[in-house]
């Protein structure tokens, strides 16, 4: 009789050990939704200001209706005061920048940078760096 009593006291130790695992794995899921939905926001933030060109031709989709058509004018609004202010400059640069890298191929690559390392062959290399560093 009090074998089943112990082993019954060991069930419970168990069960509350993974009750007390599953709590412990269900805060850090919400921790990490959480810090999820935190850096979504920061994005949307950063999209908002610095991306309002992109945010009225997302807009410029949206069907016919009064609730679109006052985002539709709201999103024109800021993205004029966003040129205004001229805080669509980085995104302009940013994407010129990844356009002209998207468009170099690899013959213009390697002439820009053949000229700036000069090329030595092997022990020449190794041999002119040991005669440098005695030197």
């Known amino acids: 009789m009090l074998d089943l009593l ?3 006291t060991a069930n419970d130790e168990r069960v ?3 009750r007390l695992a599953d709590l412990e794995r269900e805060e850090k899921t919400r921790r990490n939704a ?3 939905i935190r850096a979504m926001w ?3 933030a950063m999209l908002l ?7 009225v031709t997302v807009v410029n989709g949206f069907g ?3 609730l679109q058509d006052a985002v539709v004018a709201l999103s024109t ?6 040129e205004k202010n001229g805080l669509t400059k980085p995104v302009a640069i940013i994407r010129a920048t990844v356009e002209r890298w998207r468009s170099t191929d690899w013959t213009e690559l390697k002439a820009s940078i053949a000229p700036q390392t000069p090329r030595r062959e092997g022990a020449i290399e190794l041999r002119g760096a040991l ?4 030197g």
Do not use: H, Y
């Open 6 to 8: 112990e082993d019954r």
């Open 16 to 18: 509350q050990a993974v």
């Open 34 to 36: 959480v810090r999820f």
């Open 42 to 44: 920061i994005v949307v």
């Open 49 to 55: 200001l610095f991306n309002s060109s992109q945010l």
């Open 64 to 66: 016919v209706g009064p």
């Open 77 to 82: 609004t800021w993205n004029e005061q966003m």
């Open 131 to 134: 005669g440098d560093a005695k």
